[in-house]
T-cell receptor, first 115, second 116 residues
Framework: AQKITQTQPGMFVQEKEAVTLDCTYD???????LFWYKQPSSGEMIFLIY??????QNATEGRYSLNFQKARKSANLVISASQLGDSAMYFC????????????FGTGTSLTVIP | NAGVTQTPKFRVLKTGQSMTLLCAQD?????MYWYRQDPGMGLRLIHY???????AKGEVPDGYNVSRLKKQNFLLGLESAAPSQTSVYFC???????????????FGSGTRLTVV
């Protein structure tokens, strides 16, 4: 079974609008971390936001917020007030704290911001 | 502060040739990783290391070897390159995992490898 599932290969959003990128995960480890990374066309991987499995509140970092629904095992990324520079690939990732030292990545969502 | 440095950034190999990709980090991180990124498949773990002198296989280790003789360096080797190994390779490092702390990856800038 896939550890991380991103079901939206491509998304479009109007500039200044909000957009939600979906991510669901699968783990039996009670302790884990969820991450979102941005990969612009230049290719580098940029860390955006982190949510720990025991965190009570949803994580926020500027215009990024993570909608963490633990019972549904979802960790959606919300980008508010989209900007043209937000056009990129976005990857959801999970780290299981007790079963290994590696990250599992989803297949990514390509976001295009339309002027 | 350089972070994670990968060399080379681009390379074209002929089938059957060998090469080594170098990853160097200056953050004193314990853990280092090699991933490959292919269209529609996200990042897949090739090999990783949890400390100097130790390595382990990831999801797609076949055709690759690694070594971690020094803490700051993690080498990925292709002994006999195949066209299926055409990909973008990313190195990453992280601190030792502890509880649920935000120990994310620091990525290198990637190596684009083409095998013809």
């Amino acid at each position: 079974a896939q550890k991380i599932t991103q079901t939206q290969p491509g998304m479009f959003v109007q500039e200044k609008e909000a957009v939600t990128l979906d991510c669901t995960y699968d783990t039996s480890d009670p302790s884990y971390g969820l991450f979102w990374y941005k990969q612009p066309s230049s290719g580098e991987m940029i860390f955006l936001i982190y949510q720990g499995s025991y965190d009570q509140q949803n994580a926020t970092e500027g215009r990024y917020s993570l909608n963490f629904q633990k019972a549904r095992k979802s960790a959606n990324l919300v980008i508010s007030a989209s900007q043209l520079g937000d056009s990129a690939m976005y990857f959801c990732a999970m780290r299981e704290d007790n079963t290994g030292n590696q990250f599992y990545f989803g297949t990514g969502t390509s976001l295009t911001v339309i002027p | 502060n350089a972070g994670v440095t990968q060399t080379p950034k681009f390379r074209v190999l002929k089938t059957g040739q060998s090469m080594t990709l170098l990853c160097a980090q200056d953050m004193n991180h314990e853990y280092m990783y090699w991933y490959r990124q292919d269209p529609g498949m996200g990042l897949r773990l090739i090999h990783y290391s949890v400390g100097e002198g130790t390595t382990a296989k990831g999801e797609v280790p076949d055709g690759y070897n690694v070594s971690r003789l020094k803490k700051q360096n993690f080498l990925l080797g292709l002994e006999s390159a195949a066209p299926s190994q055409t990909s973008v390779y990313f190195c990453a490092s992280s601190q030792r995992l502890s509880g649920t702390a935000n120990y994310g990856y620091t990525f290198g800038s990637g190596t684009r490898l083409t095998v013809v």
